[in-house]
C-alpha cells in the first residue's frame, strides 16, 4: 500500500440487481458487496452482473456470469478490463463455485462452502495479475433470529510462483455482520470486512511484512421493483493499511 497515512477511508459500493427466479450470487467473485448470499436458486436459472470500479489508481469494468443447474449448487465465473496506476489490461480470471452444505432451521443456521480458481490471464508485469494459479475457498453461515439476520464467512486465496519465481502473498479473508428489513423496501446492513496479506515471496524468501485490512462496513439493499434491487455499502478503514477508496456500480441482467 502506499497511502499508509490514511486510517479512514471510504469505499462506496452500488449495485442495481436484476434477479431471475430467486436470484443468488457467489460470494468470493465480489468480496465487496454488502451483506452475504446463502441462498441457491430452487429453479435452474442464469445471470449476467456488469460493473464498473473505482479506486485510488485503479478503475476496473468486471463481468461476471453464472448458472444454477440444480438446487444445490451455482456455478460461476469473473473476468475484467480494469486499470493499475495507468496501466491498462485485462485481469485475472476466476472460475467460482457455490455449495448449500445445510437449510437453516429453526435452531440451525444455512451454511454453504465457496471455492474458485484463479488462472493468470492478466499481465502480472504491469500488476494486474498475480501471474500464477490462485485457489480460493470460502466457507460462510447464516441464522434469522426474528427480524434480523446474522452472517459470518471466512476465507483464503493461496497463490502459486509467477514464471519470475515471485509469490503473491496468500490472503485469509472474514467478513461479519448482521441485516434486518427498515420498512418495506430496505434492507440495512452493519458488517466488517478483514484481509490479512501474508509477505510476497521471490525465489522462496520472504519480502516485507504482514499487511492487515479491516473496514466497518454498513450498507443497504433497496428494492427497486420486483426484479431490480439497488445495493451500497461505505468502508471506512480502521488500520494504516486499509489503502482503499471507490466505487462499484453493477447491473444484472
Not at 467473485?29 to 460493473?51: C, H, N, R, V, Y
Not at 446474522?150 to 496468500?170: A, F, H, K, M
Not at 521471490?202 to 433497496?222: K, R
Request: glycine content about 10%; aromatic content about 12%; proline content about 5%.
Amino acid at each position: 500500500m502506499t497511502k499508509r497515512r490514511k486510517i479512514l477511508l471510504f469505499s462506496v459500493l452500488l449495485s442495481a440487481s436484476v434477479y431471475q427466479a430467486g436470484w443468488a450470487r457467489i460470494n468470493l467473485l465480489e468480496p465487496w458487496f454488502p451483506g452475504q448470499d446463502t441462498k441457491i436458486a430452487e429453479e435452474t436459472s442464469s445471470q449476467f452482473i456488469a460493473s464498473f470500479i473505482s479506486g485510488d489508481e485503479l478503475w476496473e469494468l468486471p463481468l461476471q456470469y453464472s448458472i444454477v443447474p440444480g438446487p444445490k449448487y451455482e456455478i460461476g465465473a469473473r473476468w475484467s478490463l480494469k486499470s493499475v496506476a495507468g496501466r491498462a489490461g485485462i485481469s485475472d480470471i476466476l472460475l467460482g463455485a457455490k455449495f448449500k452444505l445445510m437449510d437453516e432451521t429453526s435452531s440451525k443456521p444455512s451454511i454453504i462452502g465457496e471455492t474458485a480458481l484463479s488462472l493468470p490471464s492478466g499481465d502480472y508485469t504491469r500488476g494486474l495479475g498475480t501471474g500464477g494459479i490462485g485457489l480460493l475457498l470460502n466457507w460462510a453461515l447464516e441464522k434469522k433470529l426474528r427480524r434480523y439476520t446474522g452472517y459470518l464467512g471466512l476465507g483464503i486465496q493461496l497463490n502459486t510462483e509467477n514464471p519470475d519465481r515471485v509469490q503473491q502473498g496468500n490472503t485469509f479473508f472474514y467478513h461479519f455482520g448482521a441485516s434486518w428489513p427498515y420498512r418495506e423496501l430496505f434492507r440495512l446492513h452493519a458488517e466488517f470486512k478483514g484481509f490479512m496479506h501474508s509477505p510476497l515471496k521471490a525465489q522462496g524468501v520472504s519480502v516485507g511484512s504482514t499487511v492487515q485490512e479491516f473496514y466497518l462496513a454498513p450498507g443497504l439493499n433497496y428494492k427497486l421493483d420486483a426484479r431490480h434491487t439497488l445495493s451500497c455499502s461505505v468502508l471506512i478503514g480502521m488500520t494504516p493499511e486499509s489503502d482503499r477508496l471507490g466505487l462499484i456500480a453493477s447491473i444484472n441482467f
